[in-house]
């Protein structure tokens, strides 16, 4: 299994910021759409940005204007910038490939906001 790392998470206010990072192996890096997904507590996992390598992207509709997804290639890295944040985005985060695959997907990183 590959599993991609994130990081980044913690606790905030609403209102807040918050950047989470994710590294991937080059080998899918370089070649596939990644993503950013959440789950939070009782719910379905969700996609909530993807970046292309084109560098196109796109959002969700609840998170269009506040997150902003990125990558660096030389770093192989993808980047969620999270401003804004609401208690709703509450969630454990992920980055998989987009769609994703069961064996892409890491440990994620807890994001909590409150009130």
């Known amino acids: 299994q590959v599993l991609l790392e994130e990081s980044g998470g913690g606790s905030v206010q609403a209102g807040g910021s918050l950047r989470l990072s994710c590294a991937a192996p080059r080998t899918i890096f370089s070649v596939t759409t990644l993503g950013w997904y959440r789950q939070a507590p009782g719910e379905q996992r969700e996609s909530v940005a993807r970046?292309?390598?084109?560098?196109?992207?796109f959002y969700a509709d609840s998170v269009k204007g506040r997150f902003t997804i990125s990558r660096d290639n030389a770093k192989n890295t993808v980047y969620l910038q999270m401003n804004n944040l609401k208690p709703e985005d509450t969630a454990v985060y992920y980055c998989n490939i987009y769609p994703s695959h069961p064996r892409y997907w890491g440990r994620g990183t807890q994001v909590t906001v409150s009130s």
């Open positions: 970046i292309h390598i084109s560098d196109t992207t």
